[in-house]
Each structure stands twice: as structure tokens, then as C-alpha cells.
């Protein structure tokens, strides 16, 4: 089992305020998935990042895959409480039909 | 927008009894898979289903699962006699192909089993 690190698992900040969270793993991944989760629903997909050193922008938030494809993390400017939710970075390795999930950051961002 | 539906959406078992889970993948996506998540814990693998057949399967994927693809819309999971540690969210998911893994899930199943 190839195991995916996130950090930090919970954060808790102020609307307005910025934030990082990281998924670390010592293996090396064909691609990497940012995923979002709300309560009692399935993750759905963010984004894809396929290229070592890939950045990738979606609206305020910023993904950026590692140059040795082990790692990634995720960055949202000013967060707003709809950003509320469990992040999850997922992995994806060649010729593996399937996809191992970080351990989770749950953030809550307060009004 | 496509979307892939998942039954029940709760199913509440005793222990030893077969579950069927059952899910639409989206009609055009060739790669179906099976995942779960136990109450605050990660999202784990179960299997993937690719051309009729199962491509790979976790640890977790023993004896007792199985999956079926009965009538080229539905995608089954099987637990034959459930445990209590089987008591979770199963979600299924789908994808076009497997160039970037990007899947697409289901909402879940959650599964409890006394």
C-alpha cells in the first residue's frame, strides 16, 4: 500500500485568511488528484496534475506537483466559508489501475 | 450533467446476512471501481473492473466481495456474509479511461452492519 501523508490533517482558520496543506509520499505517482468531500457524499474531483513541477490555478486555489512526482500541495487565497470541506489528495501510479488517497485535511473556514 | 447513482443510499444489515450495493457508472466511462471509508478514516480501495473482469483488488477485496457487471448498466458489489468491521461508506466510482485516473463517484453507500 503506497501510503500518502497529508498536513495538516484538521485546520480551522478565519475567513479572508490563506492556507497550505501538503501531501507527501516516499512513492513516485504517474498523476495526482486533489479531491473535495463534504459530509455524506462522494469526493469530487479538483483537479489533475500530471507533470513534475506542474502549477495548476483554479479560481483561489493553487496546486503544484512536485518535481519528483512524490509530492503536492494545495493553497487557497483569502478562504471563504464554502471552502469548508475534506481535502484529499489521491495518487495514481503506471500501470495501476487504481488510486491510493492521502489520509485527509479537514478544514473549516469561519465566518 | 453525468452522474453515477448509487443504491441504497443507507442499508442497515445483521451480521452474516449478503448485501447487494449497486451503482450506474456513467454510460460512456469503461473503468469502474469500488472504494470505502470507514467512519473518519481514509478512502480506501477495493477494486477496479475493467472489459468484464476485475483488474486489480486490495487486501481488503477477499473472499467474501464480489462484483458484478450483470447487464452492461449496472455495476454490483457483493458482500457475502457481512462482519460488523464491514460497517461503512462504500462509494463507487467511474472513468473515461485510465490515462490520468481522474474518477468520478458516486454519493455512497453507507452500510451498517449490527
Known amino acids: 500500500t503506497q501510503l500518502l501523508e497529508q498536513s495538516p490533517q484538521f485546520l480551522s482558520i478565519q475567513e479572508g485568511e490563506n492556507l497550505t496543506v501538503y501531501c507527501n509520499s516516499s512513492?513516485?505517482?504517474?498523476?495526482l488528484q486533489w479531491y473535495r468531500q463534504e459530509p455524506g457524499e462522494g469526493p469530487v474531483l479538483l483537479v489533475t496534475?500530471?507533470?513534475?513541477?506542474e502549477v495548476k490555478k483554479l479560481k483561489r486555489l493553487t496546486f503544484q506537483f512536485g518535481d519528483a512526482r512524490k509530492d503536492s500541495s494545495l493553497h487557497i487565497t483569502a478562504a471563504q466559508p464554502g471552502d469548508t470541506g475534506l481535502y484529499l489528495c489521491a495518487g495514481a501510479q503506471t500501470g495501476a489501475n487504481n488510486l491510493f488517497f492521502g489520509t485527509g485535511t479537514r478544514l473549516t473556514v469561519i465566518p | 450533467e453525468p452522474e453515477v447513482t448509487q443504491t441504497p443510499s443507507h442499508q442497515v444489515t445483521q451480521m452474516g446476512q449478503e448485501v447487494i450495493l449497486r451503482c450506474v457508472p456513467i454510460s460512456n466511462h469503461l473503468y469502474f471501481y469500488w472504494y470505502r471509508q470507514i467512519l473518519g478514516q481514509k478512502v480506501e480501495f477495493l477494486v477496479s473492473f475493467y472489459n468484464n473482469e476485475i483488474s486489480e483488488k486490495s487486501e481488503i477485496f477477499d473472499d467474501q466481495f464480489s462484483v458484478e457487471r450483470p447487464d452492461g448498466s449496472n455495476f454490483t458489489l457483493k458482500i457475502r456474509s457481512t462482519k460488523l468491521e464491514d460497517s461503512a461508506m462504500y462509494f463507487c466510482?467511474?472513468?473515461?479511461?485510465?490515462?490520468?485516473?481522474?474518477?468520478?463517484f458516486g454519493e455512497g453507500s453507507r452500510l451498517t452492519v449490527l
Open positions: 466510482a467511474s472513468s473515461p479511461s485510465w490515462v490520468t485516473g481522474e474518477l468520478f
Open positions: 512513492s513516485v505517482f504517474s498523476s
Open positions: 496534475v500530471v507533470t513534475g513541477g
